[in-house]
């Protein structure tokens, strides 16, 4: 009986460590459980002063030093925050001021400003040591402005006819104009579509990252991501796909999902989470879209985010209170059951208005003062816990100035209640929870749950966090 159940234990062992990682180029599985921080690589540390050419930082729109080196000399710091994925801006050869990445000239070209293919290799396999996964931003819709290819014969049939998108609502016009500009490529010619997938292929041989961000999906048609994710997964299987469908529109954003992209960056809990944690904001927005949320097919594995490289980041909404906002979107987003998505700097507060503001230099000085590092450390740190893990997310009724939901297990639940109103405020819930006395999280305070009621006095943008057992 004991041999059995030894070998049970050494198979499950086995099964355990094999499943978590692809046999080929071991790429490794995405899971909710994962915490994504990204990073804008030009903008986020100087590793190597000697590929600093072009380079202007006065100017937000030119490089600013950035590098591939800079990311493998602060992995520690990305790791301490409970990143288990680091998705970082395209790296291919970009023409003269594409610091973002987005401007492609080669495609096969790792950007000389960012590093080399071996400098990309070596932040895999660093990341892999330890136990962090890649993710490359990848971009099909667009080339540069100047590519090489718009005066080459041989590539005639490669674009879209030069037109400005001018009727979002027209799906034909978003996925054939030309974006802010951008010759378009033209998804209709089999070698185009090839050319990609090819690509794609080579990059993840080439490098072992573990996914993609990809780049505009909704100006691409569709079935060219279908069959760019199945060709990509018949190889690697595990392989994970973060889409960029910027839309609110929940109809619209789910067609994507029906695609095979893994995941989506979720524009409308975006929109829920900017409109309920402000400023005589409303938590029936947040609300709304937390129950939108659920006819996703696989709701968790989208990304869930405050801002990114193209909206005004999220401390910079906010006339009043802007900390307190951001540690209360922060507390939602850290305990949400799908993917944080970190955009480098949310975890010490960084504001800055639109692009390019919202890609400033990261503030690397006394980080370990900064208040929000403190309270992002600690929301890290819970989220590591089981209860947040393996617990179900129900919300509870309250009023529209304040949020309340309870993650739980058959053993444990923690309790969150947040008042987004700039007054005190009283809030009774009902529970159905035996009667007890549940420990805040974050401080001394202890309340009772009494007859499958609490009842709590809020301060102004009060943040509490309750522990109790089933
Ligand atoms: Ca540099
Ligand atoms: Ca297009």
């Known amino acids: 009986m004991k041999r059995i159940l030894l070998s049970f234990v050494i198979f499950s062992v086995l099964v355990a460590s094999l499943s978590g990682c692809n046999s080929k180029n071991n ?58 994925a680091i998705w970082i801006t395209p790296i291919m050869k970009n023409e003269k001021d594409g610091y973002h990445g ?31 996964k890649v993710i490359l931003d990848y971009v099909v819709n667009h080339t540069g402005y100047n590519s090489p290819w718009l005066d080459d014969e041989n590539y005639r049939d490669w674009f879209n006819e030069n037109k400005t998108i001018s009727n979002w609502s027209n799906q034909e016009e978003v996925e054939n104009g ?38 505009t999906v909704k100006h691409v048609p569709r079935d060219f991501w279908s069959e760019f994710v199945e060709r990509i997964n018949d190889k690697y299987p595990d392989f994970f796909f973060l889409g960029e469908v910027w839309s609110e529109n929940v109809r619209y954003f ?39 949320d659920s006819n996703f097919t696989n709701p968790s594995m989208n990304g869930i985010f405050i801002d990114n490289h193209d909206n005004i980041r999220f401390p910079s909404i906010h006339r009043n209170n802007p900390v307190e906002y951001h540690k209360q979107a922060l507390t939602f987003i850290m305990s949400y059951p799908a993917i944080p998505v970190i955009y480098y700097g949310n ?12 890609r400033r230099d990261m503030q690397w000085d006394n980080i370990e003062g900064n208040e929000v590092f403190q309270y992002f450390n600690f ?32 053993d444990e639940f923690l309790l969150y209640i947040i008042n ?51």
């Open 27 to 84: 790429i490794r599985e995405f899971s909710k459980d994962d915490m994504i921080y990204f990073i804008l690589t030009d903008r986020f540390y100087d590793g190597d002063i000697d590929n600093n050419y072009d380079v202007d930082k006065n100017n937000p729109k030119k490089r600013h030093g950035g590098d591939l080196r800079g990311i493998i000399q602060k992995l520690d710091y990305i790791k301490s925050l409970g990143s288990t």
């Open 102 to 132: 987005y401007w492609i000239e080669d495609f096969y070209e790792v950007d000389p400003h960012l590093g080399t293919l071996e400098d990309m290799k070596e932040l895999v396999k660093k990341s892999h040591d330890m136990d962090m």
């Open 347 to 358: 975890e010490i507060g960084m504001d800055g208005h639109d692009d390019p503001d919202n």
């Open 420 to 470: 987004i109103f700039d007054r005190d405020t009283i809030v009774e819930l009902s529970l159905d929870l035996p009667d007890q006395e549940v420990r805040s999280v974050l401080d001394d305070d202890v309340i009772s749950i009494s007859n499958n009621l609490l009842k709590i006095d809020l301060k102004p943008l009060d943040i509490r966090i309750y522990r109790g057992t089933k």
């Open 178 to 215: 030309w974006l802010a500009g951008l010759p378009d490529l033209n998804f209709s010619n089999v070698e185009v579509r090839e050319y990609f997938i090819e690509n794609a292929l080579w990059w993840i041989e080439q490098t072992g990252i573990d996914g993609m961000r990809l780049d």
């Open 379 to 410: 929301l890290s740190n819970l989220r590591s816990e089981a209860v947040i893990r393996e617990g179900s997310f129900n919300l509870l009724e309250t009023d529209n100035f304040t949020l309340s939901y309870i993650i739980e297990t058959p």
């Open 254 to 292: 789910k067609s994507y999902s029906d695609t095979g992209i893994t995941g989506m960056t979720n524009y409308p809990l975006y929109k829920g989470i900017i409109t309920t944690f402000r400023e005589y904001g409303n938590t029936n927005n947040l609300k709304t879209a937390i129950r939108e």
